[in-house]
C-alpha cells in the first residue's frame, strides 16, 4: 500500500516536471498572429453559416416542390 502511495507521488511529480519542460520549449504565437488568425476563423464562420443556410434553402424548396408534385 505505501509502495503505491510512494509509486503514485513520484509518478506526478515526474510528470509536472515533464510538462514544465515541455511548455518552456513552446513557441507562443503573437498578439497579432492571435488576432489576425481569430479574425480567419470567425470570418470562415460566418462563410460557411451562409453557405449552409443558402444550400439548405435550395434543397428544402426542391424537396418541397417534389413532394407537392406528386402529392397533386
Known amino acids: ?24 520549449r ?16 470567425i470570418f470562415s464562420v460566418f462563410a460557411f453559416a451562409a453557405y449552409f443556410w443558402v444550400v439548405d434553402g435550395v434543397l428544402g424548396r426542391a424537396i418541397r416542390d417534389v413532394l407537392n408534385f406528386f402529392t397533386k
Open 1 to 24: 500500500m505505501a509502495a503505491d502511495v510512494a509509486k503514485w507521488t513520484q509518478g506526478t511529480k515526474d510528470y509536472v516536471n515533464e510538462l514544465k519542460l515541455e511548455m518552456r
Open 26 to 41: 513552446v513557441t507562443w504565437p503573437t498578439r497579432k498572429q492571435v488576432e489576425s488568425t481569430t479574425g480567419v476563423v
